[in-house]
Every structure is written in structure tokens, then in C-alpha cells.
């Protein structure tokens, strides 16, 4: 449930946010006394002292392991290994579900494409929502992969088109639906924009992103013509029950806040044949 | 007769959701070896792209299995028009037709002597698990697309066993046109985002 998420960020933050106060308040009545300055900073470093206590004994998100944590493809199995079982246990402390993080890596002598019949697809936005419920999006802000486009029949007029139409009953006459995401580019624009390399293309033709090592600079998004990229702007907030407990580190693991993500061929089942 | 390069499962055996066990993987290639001798139909994107050589193995969902409550035969064997009407009659009332207009009467694919079969323009009977032999008479294309997995439904694994889904799995053979459907909902508008016609 969100409002269990929300709970669990708030009683974490709490010892933090005493202290931030206690900071603010010793401050207060500093510059509200009339002091010297050695005794006034004598005072402030007290209150930081304090605040930096209480931080490093429980207010603080993100570990030391976070923080120096590797770039995946530098990681060792023994890294990778430590990795996933952090992120297991976060995913469990956050929603209270047992997960099961891995990296199917790519398969010998396979490389993935996919094709899109756009005389069949009548543009019912089902894939959408199949889409959100593997790869465990935002739920709220909605993050979605796909994005069915309506144009009038005979154009491909992307201009004219809409993402946002009301499907009553579809197809409509004299439309057609044209799905958007990632097309796992062969020469994708978006990893050359990429300033730290958190995205790059695998051997199997996959495109896929580091989470944990993107900085949320948002250059792949402009980079990318296919409108494929997804922001984070705010956590994502997935429903407890909707979690999808088989996650892959580089594709539907739940994503940290301020990272971009996109379609990754749902590589933890695809790689392993599904 | 085996029509088709597709391999069906026997009806005692399922596909089973996860992969298959190396008995059953065993038994279904040796079947497939046998076909392949037997047909040089089978469609070639799909087994050049085999990782590790050995032939896809495709499950397509029953239908007969449904007929065994109700067989057409168990009222059929009495009464059997020579010339049926269309639109159809009492027990088929709810029947709607709406597939070929110029169709002449049911036993363009139903068997007239046998209905728990189906007849092909041959005179050929195939069972109504291989509906999809029926259709491709008059669709080939369709059938092809069929055959390679492009056309309808398909799920399982790509690389093991697929579950493909016949005909008329989707499509009411009576009246085959999908009908329309609602969509799911569209995304949320951008909070700033300023519409197309407000340009």
C-alpha cells in the first residue's frame, strides 16, 4: 500500500528532521542573544555536532555501500552479489515483499527485435498497462513505456497524432494507432549523450540503463527522437500488491527517484527464453 | 494427416508454464525430427534462429476438447437439413452470420455427414483442431503470417515451447470482424503541457 511506504519514509526520517530542528533552533536563540563570536560559534559547532550525530546514527538514506557502490559493468560476481541482496532487503523494508533481483546477461548468438503489425493494432492501450504491471512503473506519477499514438489513416503525420485520445470505442474510423517506445536503436543517440555511461548497448542488441549510476541529467531524453525516455521526478509509488517480485537489476527493479528509465526488452524474461 | 509442419502435443500431454522437462523435451523432438523428414513446409525464419539447433516446438490451444460435453453429433445424427437456411435456426438462433455474405449454406465447412468434423473444398476432413487448415483455404496469407508467428496470438517462450492460438481463438468463425473495444485509459496530460489545438 502507499500509504505503508509512506509511513515507513517518515518514521526514517524522523531522527533527522529532530535534528535539522534542534540545528535550526539553537541558531535562533544564537542570533537572537546578544553574544560574542567565539561563544557564538563555539555554540553552532555544539548544534552541528549533534545534528551530525544523529544523522550518522540513523537519519542518513544512503549508505556507505550506496555511495561507493561500482558502475555495473565494473562490478565483480562477488559485487554484484552484495548489490542485489541490498536491494533486495530495501525492496522488502519498502514494501514488505520478497523479491528476487538478477541479471540474466546476453545470450550467445541472439540478438532481439520486434515487430509491431500496424494494420492489427486497434489501439485498445492494453500493452500499456500489461507494460506497467511487469516493470513495476510508477503507478503515481504514471510512468508508462508505451505510448499508442492516433493518426488519421494514410498519414504518418506524427504532428496531426495524439497520445491522449479517449478510446470509447476503438479503432475509430479512419485511424490508425502507431505504438511508441524504445526501438532499442543500433545506433542509439541517447548512450553517445550520456555523460557518465549509465546507458549503453548490450551485445544483444539491448539498450539498458545503470540506475543506480545515472545522474538524472535528462541529456538521453532530449537526445532520443522516439520520446522513449521516462523521467523519475518524483519516487516512484508502486502498490504493495502490484509489485512484480521477479526483477532484474538492469531492467524492473522498483527505480530510485531522479533517474531516467525506458523499455530494456523486459531482458530478465526475455534472456531467459520467455 | 499432419498437414502442417506444426507439432501437436498429444492430448494427454499440456505445455507446461515453466520449461519443459528433458523426458518431454526428448519425446517432442524426436516427433519433430520425424515431421521435418515428412514436410519441407515448415516456415525458415524460425528455426535459423535457433541457438542451439533444434526445431521450435509449438503448441496450438484444442478445440475439440469443448466439443466433448455437447458433441454437434449428438443431435446432429438425427436431424441433419440437407439444405439449411441462413440466418440458422431455433437451436442455433444466437447464431450470428456475418462472415462471407455470399455464403451459400454451413456445409461450405462443416461436414454434412459427420459435424463433429470439418471439411475442407477438397472433401477432406480435418478435425476442429486444425481450423486453421480450413481458413487458410481462403486466407492464405493469413495462414502464412499463422505459420511464422506473426499473425495472432502467441505466448510460451521463444526459444522453447510456444502456445499458439488457432483461429478461431479470436476470431467467432461465424462472424469473424473483431468487434470494437474500449481502451484502457490514456495517459495523464502533462501538468504545463499545452494541447495540440491550443497552438
Known amino acids: ?274 | 494427416m499432419k498437414r502442417t509442419s506444426i507439432q501437436r502435443l498429444s492430448a494427454g500431454q499440456r505445455p507446461s508454464h515453466s520449461r519443459p522437462r528433458a523426458p518431454l523435451l526428448a519425446v517432442m523432438s524426436a516427433i519433430a525430427c520425424v515431421a521435418c523428414g515428412q514436410s519441407n513446409a515448415s516456415p525458415p525464419a524460425l528455426e535459423a534462429d535457433r541457438p542451439d539447433g533444434r526445431p521450435d516446438q509449438v503448441y496450438v490451444s484444442p478445440r475439440t476438447q469443448s466439443l466433448d460435453t455437447f458433441p454437434c453429433s449428438e443431435c446432429h445424427h438425427t436431424v441433419t437439413l440437407q439444405e439449411p437456411t441462413l440466418p440458422p435456426r431455433e437451436p442455433h438462433r444466437d447464431l450470428v452470420f456475418a462472415h462471407m455474405p455470399n455464403a451459400g449454406h454451413c456445409y461450405q465447412c462443416h461436414n454434412r455427414d459427420d459435424l463433429d468434423t470439418l471439411r475442407l473444398f477438397t472433401g477432406e476432413l480435418v478435425s476442429f483442431d486444425d481450423t486453421q487448415t480450413l481458413c487458410g483455404q481462403c486466407h492464405p496469407a493469413q495462414k502464412r503470417d499463422w505459420d511464422w508467428g506473426i499473425h495472432g496470438k502467441q505466448v510460451g517462450s521463444w526459444r522453447g515451447l510456444k502456445h499458439r492460438y488457432a483461429c478461431a481463438a479470436c476470431h467467432d468463425p461465424h462472424s469473424p470482424k473483431r468487434p470494437a473495444v474500449k481502451a484502457y485509459p490514456p495517459p495523464s496530460f502533462p501538468h504545463f503541457g499545452i494541447r495540440k489545438e491550443a497552438h
Open chain 1, 1 to 274: 500500500m502507499p500509504g505503508k511506504s509512506i509511513s515507513d519514509e517518515s518514521t526514517q526520517k524522523r531522527p533527522q528532521a529532530r535534528a535539522l530542528r534542534r540545528v535550526e533552533a539553537e541558531v535562533e536563540t544564537a542570533l537572537k542573544t546578544p553574544i560574542d563570536r567565539r561563544g557564538f560559534l563555539k555554540r553552532l559547532g555544539a548544534a552541528g555536532a549533534t545534528a551530525t550525530a544523529a544523522v550518522a546514527t540513523g537519519g542518513c538514506t544512503t549508505s556507505w555501500d550506496t555511495f561507493f557502490q561500482k558502475h555495473y559493468k565494473e562490478m565483480t560476481d562477488e559485487d554484484k552479489e552484495r548489490v542485489f541482496a541490498r536491494i533486495e532487503k530495501e525492496a522488502e523494508k519498502r514494501f514488505g515483499r520478497r523479491v528476487t533481483v538478477s541479471d540474466p546477461g546476453p545470450l550467445d548468438g541472439v540478438s532481439f527485435a520486434f515487430c509491431i503489425s500496424l494494420s492489427l493494432c486497434n489501439g485498445n492501450r492494453k500493452c500499456v498497462h500489461a507494460c506497467v504491471e511487469e516493470n513495476n512503473q510508477s503507478r503515481n506519477p504514471a510512468i508508462q513505456y508505451i505510448k499508442v499514438v492516433e493518426l488519421d489513416r494514410g498519414t504518418l503525420n506524427l504532428e496531426k497524432g495524439t497520445a491522449y485520445y479517449e478510446g470509447d470505442s476503438v479503432p475509430a474510423a479512419d485511424k490508425v494507432y502507431l505504438p511508441m517506445q524504445c526501438n532499442q536503436c543500433d545506433n542509439p543517440p541517447c548512450v553517445k549523450a550520456c555523460p557518465v555511461e549509465a546507458t549503453w548497448k548490450e551485445k544483444d542488441g539491448i539498450v539498458v540503463i545503470d540506475y543506480d549510476w545515472c545522474i538524472g541529467c535528462r541529456y538521453c531524453m532530449a537526445a532520443c527522437p522516439y520520446e522513449a525516455r521516462r523521467f523519475n521526478y518524483r519516487e516512484p509509488q508502486v502498490p504493495r500488491a502490484d509489485i512484480n517480485p521477479n526483477q532484474g537489476y538492469l531492467s524492473n527493479r522498483v527505480r530510485p527517484k531522479g533517474v531516467v528509465e525506458k523499455c530494456h526488452f523486459c531482458l530478465h524474461r526475455t534472456r531467459n527464453g520467455h
